[in-house]
């Protein structure tokens, strides 16, 4: 029938290391970016999609720049939004402007190997070259916002 055998320190620590490469995973690539002024933390923050919608008089304190790799799935807009109001409440921000989501198409990286061997059988020589390249393009998520202030 079945056995029960007892999972021993080596299953636990697998368990771990599996468990600690989903959290790298999971938030490994993903960058908030924040450029501007910064006030004691709001307690509250605005969300807009447009500068139109804004009833309050206002000025831009800093601009917000969200970046993930475009495969994690943990990272949808929704998400996005989120991570840039935390930000945009530590910075002391009264209000989020989205300025658009995007896909952009970073890291390019282009080498090219090159190798020339030349041997002499009977009196011949023979030379055989080989070539490889490798490129490295990466599609990552992009929402920028502006941050904003309100003068009222």
Sequence with gaps: MFKIRDAGKGSI????????YI???AVGCTTINYIGESYPPSQQ??????????EK????????????NAHE???SSDKFTQSILKKARKKGADG????????????ID??????EK???????????????TNSSIEEKRRIEALAIRYTE
């Excluded at 923050?45 to 804004?54: A, G």
């Excluded at 989020?96 to 890291?107: H, S």
């Design 13 to 20: 620590a697998k368990c771990l290391i599996g468990s600690l």
């Design 23 to 25: 959290l790298f995973i």
């Design 45 to 54: 923050v605005d969300l807009y999609f447009s500068e139109k919608d804004i």
């Design 57 to 68: 008089q206002y000025k831009v304190v800093g601009r917000i720049i969200a970046t993930a």
């Design 73 to 75: 799935l943990i990272y």
């Design 96 to 107: 989020v402007v989205i300025l658009g989501f995007e896909k952009v198409m970073t890291g």
């Design 110 to 115: 282009h080498s090219r190997n090159r190798t």
């Design 118 to 132: 030349s041997t002499e059988k009977s009196g011949k020589t023979f030379t055989e070259e080989s070539e490889s």
